[in-house]
C-alpha cells in the first residue's frame, strides 16, 4: 500500500515543508556525490563546527530505500503540523530536535551511525508533533492490487514507517560491524526525536488551533 496523502485539511500553503524537503534532496544527492556513504558521516564534540554539522546531519539519509521514505512521509504529514504550529515553529521543531537527538546520541556512543540518519531522526520529531495533534487522524492509502483508495489510521502507517527505519538501521550496523550497545543508542535516538517532538509541539503550538482538526473553507 501506498500513503497518499493524510486527511486533515490545511489552512496554509505548506511553504516550510516544501522547502525542508527541498533541503533533504539536495543534503541526500551532496552526500552520494560526495561520499557515495551517508553512513560514513561523523558528528565530532561540541564545537560550534560539530554543532553546524549535527544540523546538516538532520538533511542526511543512509541510503536511497529510508530517503524515499523519508521524504515521503515529511511530504505527508510535514504540512499538517506547519499548519497548526506555524511555518517558524515548525521548521524550529525539524531543526532544534532533530539536532538535539543528533548530538545527544553522539554524546552517550561516539562509534554511532546516528548523524547518517540525522534526516530519520528529525522527521521522527516531526511523527511526535503530528500524534500530538491529531491522535486519531487517519490516511489514505493507495492499494494497487486491486487498485482502490481506503482510509487508515495514521498509527498504522507510522508503523511502517518505524519498520522501514529499523530494518534500514539494521543493515546499516551490520555492515559496520557495530557493537549491540550501539544498536541500543541508535534506537533511543528515534524514541528521543520522537519525544522531544511531542514536547516542542505542546510547548508551542498556537493556541487558537490547538483543538482545530476540521475546518470550514467559508471561515
Same mark, same amino acid.
Given at each position: 500500500?501506498?500513503?497518499?496523502?493524510?486527511?486533515?485539511? *490545511?489552512?496554509?500553503?505548506?511553504?516550510?515543508?516544501? *522547502?525542508?524537503?527541498?533541503?533533504?534532496?539536495?543534503?541526500?544527492?551532496?552526500?552520494?556525490? #560526495?561520499?557515495?556513504?551517508?553512513?560514513?558521516?561523523?558528528?565530532?564534540?561540541? *564545537?560550534? #563546527?560539530?554543532?553546524?554539522?549535527?544540523?546538516?546531519?538532520?538533511?542526511?539519509?543512509?541510503?536511497?530505500?529510508?530517503?524515499?521514505?523519508?521524504?515521503?512521509?515529511?511530504?505527508?504529514?510535514?504540512?499538517?503540523?506547519?499548519?497548526?504550529?506555524?511555518?517558524?515553529?515548525?521548521?524550529?521543531?525539524?531543526?532544534?530536535?532533530?539536532?538535539?537527538?543528533?548530538?545527544?546520541?553522539?554524546?552517550?556512543?561516539?562509534?554511532?551511525?546516528?548523524?547518517?540518519?540525522?534526516?530519520?531522526?528529525?522527521?521522527?520529531?516531526?511523527?511526535?508533533?503530528?500524534?500530538?495533534?491529531?491522535?486519531?487522524?487517519?490516511?489514505?492509502?493507495?492499494?494497487?492490487?486491486?487498485?482502490?483508495?481506503?482510509?487508515?489510521?495514521?498509527?498504522?502507517?507510522?508503523?511502517?514507517?518505524?519498520?522501514?527505519?529499523?530494518?534500514?538501521?539494521?543493515?546499516?550496523?551490520?555492515? *559496520?560491524?557495530?557493537?549491540?550497545?550501539?544498536?541500543?543508542?541508535?534506537?533511543?535516538?528515534?524514541?528521543?526525536?520522537?519525544?522531544?517532538?511531542?514536547?516542542?509541539?505542546?510547548?508551542?503550538?498556537?493556541?487558537?488551533?490547538?483543538?482545530?482538526?476540521?475546518?470550514?473553507?467559508?471561515?
Amino acid at each position: 500500500m501506498i500513503p497518499i496523502q493524510d486527511v486533515i485539511p *490545511t489552512r496554509l500553503v505548506p511553504v516550510a515543508t516544501y *522547502t525542508l524537503l527541498a533541503l533533504n534532496i539536495v543534503g541526500y544527492l551532496t552526500e552520494v556525490q #560526495a561520499n557515495g556513504d551517508a553512513s560514513a558521516r561523523t558528528v565530532g564534540g561540541l *564545537t560550534v #563546527a560539530a554543532l553546524i554539522d549535527a544540523v546538516r546531519a538532520t538533511f542526511l539519509h543512509a541510503a536511497l530505500l529510508p530517503f524515499a521514505i523519508n521524504v515521503l512521509f515529511l511530504w505527508l504529514f510535514g504540512g499538517t503540523v506547519e499548519d497548526q504550529l506555524g511555518r517558524l515553529r515548525f521548521v524550529a521543531l525539524y531543526l532544534i530536535c532533530g539536532t538535539a537527538a543528533v548530538v545527544l546520541s553522539r554524546m552517550v556512543n561516539p562509534a554511532s551511525p546516528v548523524p547518517a540518519i540525522g534526516g530519520s531522526l528529525a522527521i521522527a520529531a516531526v511523527m511526535g508533533a503530528y500524534f500530538v495533534l491529531f491522535p486519531n487522524a487517519k490516511v489514505l492509502i493507495l492499494v494497487p492490487i486491486p487498485i482502490a483508495l481506503h482510509e487508515v489510521p495514521a498509527a498504522v502507517v507510522f508503523t511502517i514507517w518505524c519498520a522501514a527505519q529499523f530494518l534500514a538501521l539494521a543493515v546499516i550496523l551490520a555492515q *559496520t560491524g557495530a557493537p549491540d550497545a550501539t544498536v541500543g543508542s541508535a534506537l533511543a535516538a528515534y524514541v528521543l526525536a520522537f519525544a522531544m517532538g511531542a514536547a516542542f509541539c505542546f510547548a508551542l503550538r498556537r493556541k487558537e488551533r490547538a483543538h482545530v482538526e476540521w475546518w470550514d473553507p467559508r471561515d
